[in-house]
């Protein structure tokens, strides 16, 4: 088995500021992402990397940048928080992109006051 | 308007009960998958079918998919306590390759 760690678990920031949400896996697995998710509501896609360099942007891209520095490490930036934003950003792994099952991390979950 | 959404946005059952969960998508797709996610915690995967799979099962749970009124369902049977958290399905869309999740069904099971 593996284990998706996030750093931090909580992250409290100020308007404007930029922040950085790390996230290892030890799967070995090819495929990383970050999803955010507000409350009551599903996942949505931020960005994923298919391999060790690759960026790939999704639905909910604009106002983060990513790095996949290491295979076993993909960081999710914000680039200018927003005021009163709430929502918990999640990062999973898969073997592969398609058709494979997702193993997620506990989240980060981030306030901005 | 989403490609994937669950059918109820709150559940909720007695210990031993049974219960159905129902997604509906807008897309051809080449795999759907049901994820739990309990309280705190990151979701997990419960069952994968794939299109030209009817059924799938995974001890209690048991997954359908019917992709002529593209919709799938999964059912819980003798549900516990442990069962209480939210449900999402998760579609592979043949034209993005990418995940979609639905906003969820809230399943709470009482004792």
């Known amino acids: 088995g593996g284990i998706i760690t996030q750093t931090p678990k909580f992250l409290i920031g100020q308007e404007g500021q930029k922040l950085t949400l790390k996230c290892q896996q030890n799967?070995?697995?090819?495929?990383m992402y970050w999803y955010r998710q507000d409350s009551g509501k599903g996942l949505r896609l931020i960005y994923y990397?298919?391999?060790?360099?690759?960026?790939q942007k999704g639905d909910l891209s604009e106002g983060y940048d990513a790095s996949r520095e290491k295979k076993s490490s993909f960081s999710l930036t914000v680039t200018s928080a927003q005021k009163n934003e709430m929502a918990v950003f999640l990062c999973?792994?898969?073997?592969?992109?398609?058709?494979?099952?997702?193993?997620f991390g506990p989240g980060t979950r981030l306030l901005v006051l | 308007s989403q490609l994937a959404e669950e059918n109820s946005w709150a559940l909720s059952v007695h210990e031993g009960e049974s219960v159905t969960v129902n997604c509906s998508y807008k897309?051809?797709?080449?795999?759907l998958q049901w994820y739990r996610q309990k309280s705190g915690k990151g979701p997990a995967q419960l069952i994968l079918?794939?299109?030209?799979?009817r059924e799938k099962r995974n001890g209690r749970l048991r997954a359908t998919l019917d992709t002529s009124s593209q919709s799938s369902s999964l059912s819980i049977t003798a549900t516990r306590c442990e069962d209480t958290a939210v449900y999402f399905c998760?579609?592979?869309?043949?034209?993005?390759?990418?995940?979609?999740f639905g906003d969820g069904t809230v399943l709470t099971v009482k004792p």
């Open positions: 999973a792994s898969s073997i592969a992109q398609d058709e494979d099952t997702q193993y």
């Open positions: 079918i794939r299109s030209n799979e």
């Open positions: 998760a579609t592979d869309s043949t034209n993005t390759g990418k995940l979609t």
């Open positions: 799967f070995n697995h090819d495929t």
């Open positions: 897309t051809s797709i080449t795999a």
């Open positions: 990397s298919i391999t060790e360099n690759d960026l």
